[in-house]
């Protein structure tokens, strides 16, 4: 048994991961725990030694994205399928259906998805510091994906100052450069914007009482976001006003027809 | 009228227009501008009804000359009347836009003084946004049927997509409850649109700085279950109006009677299960290589069967085709299978080049067992399949009956 300390980074697995790889450890004789790198097998160079296999890109594709997800059996599972990649199969992600592939690809969409909602469900607030405006947001993402889903917000709101925080890290774009800092905690969300009035009075309006599928939003916008969605107060009492509203209905989601009559 | 008021009354208008779309279009944001799209839709939230806010759906004004007896906004109607100043909406798009609620706007409007004067007052609000502001995001516009061709071409410059709605699907539905509207001229808004994207896609051949044209293509709606006409009718009519006008959606829309609806048609009223039916069907339409008759074939009444999708009804009534062999079968017998959607029968070709599929693969591709069981076979043994001629298999495929959203309806897998 070999014990591997690494960071909770993709660039720290990527460089234990190489040097077991050389050394043809197995993944079953590997624990994996978290921690501030050590160096496992010095190159007497210094430089990094030939593994003998290339990788395919595709797999580092897939292991850039599972490496954001929040669960360390990510770090063993991205071992082993590279271990098997080299050693049994090399073509091993074409086989979807595989345990060890099937569950990356699992991993992958949850994290795909969890950028998806970080784009769709961050809230920009706007926030005065020293004169200037700066768009800011409270979010809080389930997987590690602040790095990932941040420069989106560049390419769409370039042309203006704004900062995004979560509790898994922050980013900050000063017009020139997008920035990441350490992580804070929800006291730090900042105070509510005048716009909201308005946009809790559109979400009001747009939603359409002859019709509700509470199971439909629920699994769209997960419950665990709705803290840091301003409109997300206002879904108690729509549902209650709703003329198709039943009691059970909160639990499960309607499965009555529309019955408006 | 406070604004605040304007925006409850003009929302609450716009909301029985389905679409909320904002995905297929591409746009870089100008330097110094604000929003871009990048193709893929964002759904920013969701409402207790299922349905995704994408865009801010408004109508510029819902005093209307049209007497529609499905329109909660006809002239005869006494819902309470208001009307957005341009710059009210270029406003609430960009500050909502700048927070992230929206991908960008969905501008409609009831008829007011004449078709050409509602699409100028339409074509000016996007005009200041994409040159005044500089605002890069979504544009879908109302294509106002009757308006002219110049007009049309006009608002395709600044939108990515525009919709004429047919709202039903013959002319003689039309002429009892909509008889100022014709069907020829909805589709000749769809015509010239067609010409204006054709058009640009040309010209983008010889030169890319050509300017782009509703690059996110029409769309169109249908209002269900306030005429006679079933759904055979409908879905013949869909599948021409795609095939006519490339048409990128039809959006159907149950007909639900609110307080302010025309008494003739206060009981008339669809369940929202036809409604996802319908939706089901065109999906197979576009994507599953199913012809509109191939599933409205012998349909009792003519309309969907509402305990069944409309693939496994078919499939039903095709059994001599199954089951069919996953490790050889082409591809659009593939996507014939229950329970098989679109991306499984792409990962099921692609795993068969270097593995034979299993019933253990097919559960871990997460493929809808009970329904697909007894259409199948693999490289081991499936007990199910020796079932597919059983009389009581009818029994054993049926769903319990969940309502979707519409969110699973527009990217969902059948």
């Known amino acids: 048994m070999i014990s591997v300390a690494i960071e909770n980074s993709f660039a720290s697995w990527r460089v234990a991961a190489r040097r077991l790889l050389i050394n043809r450890v197995r993944p079953e004789d590997i624990v994996w725990t978290a921690g501030d790198q050590v160096s496992l097998f010095e190159s007497a160079s210094g430089e990094e030694p030939d593994t003998g296999f290339s990788v395919p890109r595709r797999f580092l594709a897939l292991a850039a994205s599972v490496a954001c997800f929040d669960d360390v059996s990510k770090w063993p599972l991205l071992y082993r399928l590279l271990f098997r990649l080299k050693d049994q199969n090399a073509r091993l992600l074409e086989i979807e259906s595989d345990p060890d592939v099937h569950h990356a690809l699992m991993m992958r969409k949850a994290v795909k998805r969890d950028i998806h909602k970080f784009h769709a469900f961050v809230r920009f607030r706007t926030v005065e510091v020293n004169g200037q405006e700066i768009y800011t947001a409270w979010h809080e993402p389930q997987h590690w994906t602040v790095e990932a889903a941040t420069p989106f917000f560049v390419r769409r709101f370039g042309a203006m100052r704004f900062s995004i925080l979560t509790p898994k890290g922050c980013a900050h774009w000063d017009l020139e450069q997008l920035t990441f800092s350490e992580a804070l905690t929800r006291d730090h969300a900042p105070p509510e914007d005048p716009t909201e009035d308005f946009w809790l009075t559109y979400y009001r309006s747009i939603f359409n009482p002859f019709r509700l599928k509470l199971r439909a939003m629920k699994q769209e916008m997960p419950v665990r976001h709705w803290q840091t969605l301003p409109e997300a107060v206002l879904i108690r009492d729509l549902i209650r006003d709703s003329q198709n509203w039943e009691p059970d209905a909160n639990a499960r989601g309607s499965k009555r027809q529309n019955t408006k009559g | ?414």
């Open chain 2, 1 to 414: 009228m406070e604004l605040r008021r304007k925006l409850e009354i003009l929302a609450d208008a716009a909301k029985y227009d389905a679409s909320c779309a904002s995905s297929g279009s591409h746009r870089k944001r100008s330097e110094g501008g604000v929003g871009n799209t990048e193709g893929m839709g964002i759904c920013h939230s969701y409402t207790p009804d299922g349905r995704c806010i994408s865009l801010l759906k408004l109508l510029l004004t819902n005093v209307c000359i049209l007497d529609c007896a499905y329109c909660i906004n006809r002239r005869s109607s006494s819902v309470q009347r208001a009307r957005f100043k341009p710059d009210e909406v270029v406003r609430l798009t960009m500050s909502f836009y700048k927070r992230n609620y929206i991908e960008g706007l969905f501008l409609s409007s009831g008829i007011i003084q004449n078709a050409d004067y509602t699409m100028e007052q339409l074509i000016l609000v996007a005009k200041r946004l994409r040159e005044e502001e500089q605002f890069g995001g979504y544009i879908h516009l109302k294509a106002v049927p009757g308006a002219s061709a110049e007009l049309l071409r006009e608002a395709g410059k600044y939108a990515d997509r525009l919709s004429a709605n047919i709202e039903m699907p013959v002319q003689k539905d039309l002429d009892s409850l909509a008889p100022e509207k014709t069907i020829a001229e909805v589709e000749q808004a769809m015509t010239d649109v067609k010409f204006g994207i054709d058009d640009a896609k040309d010209r983008s051949k010889k030169d890319a700085a050509s300017p782009a044209f509703a690059r996110a293509g029409q769309s169109t709606q249908l209002v269900v279950g306030a005429s006679e006409s079933t759904d055979t009718v409908i879905l013949t009519k869909a599948e021409e109006l795609y095939k006519k006008y490339s048409l990128r959606r039809v959006y159907y829309s149950a007909f639900s009677p609110a307080d302010e609806t025309d008494k003739k048609l206060q009981d008339r009223k669809a369940p929202l299960l036809r409604e996802h039916r319908l939706y089901q069907a065109d999906w197979l339409v576009r994507n599953y290589g199913f012809r509109a008759n191939e599933l409205t074939d012998g349909l009792k009444g003519g309309d969907l069967d509402l305990e069944k999708d409309p693939k496994l009804a078919w499939a039903l009534r095709h059994r001599e085709l199954f089951p069919v062999d996953v490790n050889r079968a082409s591809k659009s017998l593939l996507l014939r299978i229950p329970g098989i959607g679109t991306n499984n029968v792409e990962r099921i070709l692609k795993i068969r080049r270097v593995h034979r599929i299993t019933m253990a693969d097919l559960e871990r591709l997460r493929i809808v067992m009970p329904r697909a069981k007894w259409f199948v076979t693999a490289a081991d043994r499936n007990p199910g399949a020796l079932n597919v001629d059983s009389l009581r298999l009818d029994a054993w495929t049926r769903p319990k009956i969940v309502q979707p959203s519409l969110f699973e309806l527009t990217t969902g897998q059948i």
